[in-house]
């Protein structure tokens, strides 16, 4: 094999909209003819972008989902693609609507939509890696060498991400969005607000209640102070306690400005002055686009505008979520997927560190309470000895848990899974693989094996990054 393409599904059904994309991705075989293969994503191709349709509610705080069902069941009826025939892919849940009563519910009555590889709700962090992927700003720091820091503002939620050299150094996310305040058919009349929105009013010295009316002037000191807040988290102005009162999970670690700041998710749109018919929503976000627009961002010349904006999450779900394992795995009697599966990262980098590694395995066990995956960097060319010695270790930690899955950063899986089928009983399950790097609190999820069964997909759902690098 020296190329396979793959059809892959982003579904991202967000506070505000709810849009759905294909993708094609394609797998090449990249070694010599000689060579150990060695499979990588080649290229990453949007094939069809589904109209933005507005996310169905039944309630403030319930989703329709049998009317998310449908908008998705026409967008591919659209695209003219098969539930069966996706291979990849991501369905999120994201801002507001990640917080639902039945979000979780929603993600899975759609898996049957998804073919055989579907991850579920994204938390803030992985949604504002994916977002900054996929509007490009991941890219334009590798290639301009610059820090870039991708600020995706969409309904209920900012999910801030900060690149160097293309790979995220930073996130963060603030309840700030344009549907945190929305309007009756007048555009001034309070229809509702969030708790997030009471703050930010009470800040601004705005009264807030429903079936009021908002001047001009109002909706636009809340709109500017949503925007300040947003430079504070940027490290364009000192942070208020306001700030810190609206991170979501984390706040974006305080690593001081960047190179290019750049804007995407549906309040872009009206940063960009690229949609024409914002009143259709009756909320803030076109208030809020005009005041990031004059905000201390595009006033300091650091602004670009990205090559995606309202579908960068969507995107970036569909053809930016997924990594192939390494081409030298090893597995055997496994079901696939293995969703949501948390990693216990252990030391074993060096072979200093092969007599720590059963008991360092062992605690990994008791953290999780039994399941987890087993993440370590590995030893760059290790000894037939040391291969041995690290299984019989794992060997006897993993024996009573259950799935057996070892993920290595450094290419040494296969000679590893060759040594653990040897150690263990026969036709015991189990997995290992490499070329996946992993942090520690990592979730993963393992799709079915790709080309003929030599490389495993994977999406790795992060919690956070450190500041640095």
Not at 381 to 409: D, F, G, T
């Amino acid at each position: 094999m020296r190329e396979e393409r793959l059809l892959s599904v982003g579904i991202d059904i967000g506070t505000s909209t709810t849009q759905c994309v294909f993708s094609s991705i394609t797998l090449s075989n990249t070694a010599s003819a000689f060579s150990v293969p060695r499979i990588q994503i080649t290229e990453k191709r949007v094939l069809y972008r589904a109209p933005l349709r507005l996310t169905p509610l039944m309630s403030p705080d319930t989703i329709d989902a049998q009317a998310v069902e449908r908008i998705v069941s026409e967008d591919y009826a659209a695209a003219g693609i098969r539930p069966e025939q996706i291979r990849l892919g991501a369905v999120i849940i994201t801002g507001e609507t990640a917080r639902k009563q039945n979000a979780r519910a929603v993600a899975q009555a759609l898996s049957r939509l998804t073919g055989d590889f579907v991850v579920a709700t994204a938390g803030p962090a992985l949604e504002s890696i994916l977002a900054g992927r996929g509007s490009g700003a991941a890219e334009l720091s590798r290639t301009s060498g610059k820090r870039v820091m991708n600020l995706d503002i969409g309904g209920g939620t900012a999910n801030m991400a900060v690149f160097e050299r293309g790979e995220p150094i930073a996130n963060g996310c603030l309840d700030i969005g344009g549907r945190l305040l929305r309007f009756e058919d007048d555009d001034r009349t309070v229809l509702s607000f969030s708790p997030a929105m009471r703050r930010i009013a009470r800040d601004a010295g705005v009264p807030l209640a429903e079936g009021t009316r908002l001047s001009g002037e109002e909706t636009d000191r809340l709109a500017v102070r949503m925007a300040e807040v947003l430079e504070e988290a940027a490290g364009l102005k000192p942070r208020t306690p306001l700030h810190d009162a609206l991170c979501v999970e984390a706040c974006l670690p305080d690593i001081g400005p960047s190179d290019i700041y750049t804007f995407s998710g549906g309040v872009s749109e009206c940063i960009y002055g690229t949609d024409a018919d914002t009143a259709r929503f009756h909320d803030v976000g076109a208030a809020l686009g005009r005041a990031v627009a004059s905000s201390r961002f595009f006033a300091s010349g650091r602004a670009a505008q990205p090559a995606e904006r309202s579908y960068a999450t969507v995107i970036g779900a569909g053809a930016y979520s997924v990594a192939v394992s390494g081409s030298t795995i090893c597995y055997q009697e496994l079901t696939f997927p293995l969703p949501s599966l948390p990693t216990g990262k252990v030391p074993f980098a060096v072979p200093e560190d092969l007599p720590g590694l059963e008991a360092a395995v062992r605690e990994q066990y008791r953290i999780f309470d039994g399941e987890c995956a087993i993440c370590m960097d590995g030893v760059q060319a290790p000894s037939y000895a040391l291969v041995e010695q690290a299984a019989q270790a794992l060997a006897r930690a993993m024996a009573p848990h259950w799935p057996k899955v070892v993920i290595l950063r450094e290419d040494m899986a296969k000679a590893l899974g060759q040594a653990l089928r040897r150690a263990w009983p026969e036709n015991t399950p189990f997995l290992c693989m490499d070329g996946i790097s992993l942090t520690y609190g990592d979730t993963v999820d393992i799709g079915a094996p790709l080309s003929g069964g030599r490389v495993i997909p994977v999406i790795v759902k992060t919690l956070a990054f450190a500041a640095g690098r």
